[in-house]
């Protein structure tokens, strides 16, 4: 099974840690994010882990290289001459994702208890475009669910709103995105957008056509490390809930 983690954001809002290394090589409790994810990959049963690189490349690949797990193989997709956002990230990659398995796609950013084992049992029991992994939790962006299907997106901050399904007078419950989903690889020579765009925008756009569902986890024991006030808080869940982390 294959797996992609997206580890090429600059990581901006994490400065000043940033500026000497990836947000994908930030350690909690010792350990990188990045071997977090990938350590949880594999014991779901991935073998082949795709990483793309641009923002502090040269370290990211060298780190990589050197990590070791017997019958994984790591391959990157480099991305240091543009960066490409989710969405162009994953079109970037595709030629390293092939195959008939879905594939997970996970940010390096994030940490989360999430079994990924049962969340491969729902997608393949109905064997969606897409199964995006989301919580009920405060977010001014989220996506947009009717029936378990994505059906829009909105953010309340700026009052953007999208809608890819007929809601016919029906109230659409908002989730916010975790950051992990399941793909199918149907869905790579469905990608006809160029350059950097976000998966989000994909999404929408096939979710017109295609049925994309939702995977509702616990929100409690999700974080992502996006600025100092949330890494501090991904830290204080690992102290308080170390056996979740494992």
Request: proline share 4%; with cysteine; hydrophobic share 40%.
């Amino acid at each position: 099974m294959k797996a992609m983690i997206f580890s090429a954001g600059l990581g901006t809002r994490l400065k000043p840690i940033t500026l000497a290394k990836p947000k994908a090589l930030v350690r909690l409790k010792g350990k990188s994010m990045l071997v977090r994810v990938a350590e949880k990959l594999i014991a779901a049963g991935v073998t082949d882990i795709v990483v793309n690189i641009h923002h502090h490349g040269d370290a990211l690949e060298t780190f990589i290289r050197k990590l070791y797990y017997p019958g994984v193989r790591f391959h990157i997709s480099d991305e240091t001459d543009q960066l490409l956002d989710t969405g162009g990230g994953l079109k970037k990659a595709a030629g390293l994702l092939q195959g008939d398995e879905a594939i997970f796609l996970y940010n390096s950013d994030v940490l989360c208890d999430i079994n990924l084992a049962d969340m491969l049992r729902a997608h393949n029991q109905h064997r969606p475009l897409a199964t995006l992994a989301v919580t009920r939790r405060m977010s001014p962006r989220h996506f947009l669910w009717l029936d378990g299907k994505l059906a829009g997106w909105e953010n309340t901050v700026t009052g953007e709103k999208i809608r890819c399904r007929d809601l016919a007078n029906r109230q659409p419950e908002a989730m916010a995105f975790s950051g992990i989903h399941l793909v199918e690889p149907d869905i790579l020579p469905l990608i006809t957008e160029n350059g950097r765009f976000s998966i989000r925008q994909l999404y929408l756009r096939l979710a017109r056509d295609y049925d994309l569902m939702a995977y509702v986890h616990e929100a409690r024991y999700w974080a992502d490390i996006g600025t100092p006030g949330k890494l501090k808080h991904a830290a204080r869940l690992l102290e308080q809930y170390p056996e979740r982390f494992q």
